[in-house]
């Protein structure tokens, strides 16, 4: 197995985190917010879409990403996430750009630096493990606001 396997599956498995949730959310779901906070489940799933977008366009490579990261850019929810499916196909389409240009590396590429505003210098093996954290925690808001959200 080459690298680049072995990092497209765990990023693959880490990410069900995150897509085991899809299969029970309902429109009505997307305006909850828990208690206290003041992002939506809507604005979650478009974020988690958003920032592995950046990761593929800026991170890694891919400037045929079309990416308008509009969750990053407000830094604040709109309150205009309430599409299911919507948001169902973009965070699709952020997945297979992400796989498609994970699946580009060579091995040799996972050592390679880049330095982004949002996170300093790392290596792209390191840049794998911030966008896998990124959407675990993400995914663990989501089922507790489509859980305990009103």
């Not at 085991?20 to 604005?43: P, Q, R, W, Y």
């Not at 400037?63 to 990261?69: E, G, K, R, S, T």
Request: aromatic share 10%; proline share 0%.
């Amino acid at each position: 197995m080459t690298l680049t396997q072995a990092y497209l599956q765990t990023w693959t498995e880490a990410r069900t985190r995150f897509t085991n949730l899809l299969k029970d959310i309902k429109e009505e779901d997307l305006k909850k917010k828990l208690t206290g906070t003041k992002n939506s489940a809507g604005f979650l799933l478009r974020h988690i879409g958003d920032v592995e977008l950046l990761f593929a366009k800026n991170v890694f490579g891919g400037l045929d990403v079309d990416v308008h990261a509009k969750t990053v850019i407000a830094q604040q929810d709109t309150g205009e996430w309430i599409n299911l499916a919507e948001l169902l196909d973009y965070q699709q389409y952020a997945f297979d750009q992400l796989k498609a240009i994970f699946e580009k590396q060579t091995d040799a590429d996972w050592a390679t630096t880049i330095t982004t505003k949002e996170f300093g210098t790392k290596t792209k093996a390191e840049a794998i493990g911030r966008i896998i954290s990124h959407t675990a925690y993400h995914a663990g808001q989501l089922s507790l606001t489509l859980k305990y959200g009103i």
